[in-house]
């Protein structure tokens, strides 16, 4: 068993001019099949004026991780970096990073999206925005 940060956004396309995107880190404790522990989760919303770059999506990232109180590194799909290669995206963070390997790496970024998705659908509600 090992602990991973699951990293997945929602939101990349315009609404109002903006874009309105979600970011849920979750701190899980997984085995190579599935997940053991979920320790943590932090959700943080963001507000871009033009659309999101590697630079941007990295940084979004980052301020929703260093709110998890528990080591481990960071995982995300390749689309979620534009399907940059691994070594120039794991240049770029401040903590280790990798893209997801594992059935237990996949089940935690599809939590990390469920937890990402509902969440801006609801804030987008609660604000009556329209997507």
């Not at 970096?81 to 280790?96: C, G, L, W």
């Not at 893209?99 to 987008?124: K, P």
């Amino acid at each position: 068993m090992y602990n991973i940060i699951a990293v997945d956004i929602s939101g990349r396309h315009k609404i109002n001019d903006r874009y309105y995107m979600v970011c849920a880190a979750v701190s899980v404790s997984i085995t190579a099949e599935h997940i053991e522990r979920v320790n943590q989760v932090k959700i943080k919303p963001f507000w871009l004026d033009s659309a999101p770059e590697l630079t941007d999506i990295i940084q979004v990232i980052e301020d929703t991780a260093k709110e998890i109180e528990f080591g481990g590194t960071i995982i995300t799909e390749h689309g979620e970096m534009y399907n940059q290669p691994e070594r120039v995206v794991a240049s770029m963070f401040s903590r280790e990073f990798k893209y997801q390997e594992s059935l237990g790496d996949r089940s935690s970024i599809e939590l990390a999206h469920h937890i990402s998705l509902c969440t801006r659908n609801l804030l987008l509600s609660e604000l009556g925005i329209e997507s």
